[in-house]
């Protein structure tokens, strides 16, 4: 089946602690993005990527990082400076590089990251 | 920067009836609009895009409208059932996509 894995479902950061969320995806989509989702709130946008080797900031990327060194695979790193990082985190493609635009997205089933 | 309003009140409704959620954005108008089903601790899913050229849209028992003139968009789900239950979303695309919050509806039996 085609689609987009995200692991772990539940992930748990100390204080201080970089930890990585894995994004996969076999849709053979060329852009790929990561969103975080807080209660009552729309998703923002952290990071998008249109192509390999290539990615944008998006709305909140202040305390998060990414690389894109396969077509297959986002990962996305929330480092220590990230004060805030109990959320919802979902990886999402397209087949439309530009934020989606045109597109509609195709979403993993989300990383629930809480802080010990 | 444009901005999607959904109502966070959970729509309670009769297993049967029609709901109907409502999309209201403030700036710009969107060239499409799309809507997303997402279910508890799950991605959002996708349901349906519509147009600005166009005035409604539908796939079995979804219907979604967009007036452009009110910066609203209408979605509806007839003969609702408790399957139904889950939270929609109202995603704006200008130069970027824009999310609402969402409303959570819930069909009882």
């Known amino acids: 089946d085609g689609g987009i894995t995200q692991s772990p479902k539940y992930l748990f950061r100390k204080e201080g602690q970089n930890v990585t969320l894995s994004c996969e995806q076999n849709?053979?989509?060329?852009?790929m993005y990561w969103y975080r989702q807080d209660p009552g709130q729309g998703l923002r946008l952290i990071y998008y990527s249109q192509i390999v080797n290539d990615f944008q900031k998006g709305d909140i990327a202040e305390g998060y990082s990414v690389s894109r060194e396969k077509k297959e695979s986002f990962p996305l790193t929330v480092t220590s400076a990230q004060k805030n990082p109990t959320a919802f985190y979902l990886c999402a493609s397209s087949t439309t590089p530009g934020q989606g635009v045109s597109e509609k997205l195709f979403f993993g089933s989300g990383t629930q990251l809480s802080v010990l | 920067s444009q901005k999607i309003e959904q109502n966070s009140e959970a729509l309670n409704i009769q297993e049967g009836k029609t709901a109907t959620l409502t999309c209201n954005y403030t700036n710009y108008s969107p060239a499409y609009l799309q809507w997303y089903r997402q279910d508890p601790g799950r991605g959002p899913v996708f349901l349906l895009l519509i147009r600005e050229n166009e005035k409604e849209k539908r796939k079995e028992r979804l219907k979604v409208t967009f007036d452009t003139t009110l910066k609203q968009s209408l979605f509806h789900i007839t003969a609702s059932q408790p399957a139904d239950s889950a939270t929609y979303l109202c995603v704006t695309a200008g130069n970027k996509l824009t999310f609402g919050g969402g409303t959570r509806v819930l069909v009882k039996p």
């Open positions: 849709l053979n989509h060329d852009a």
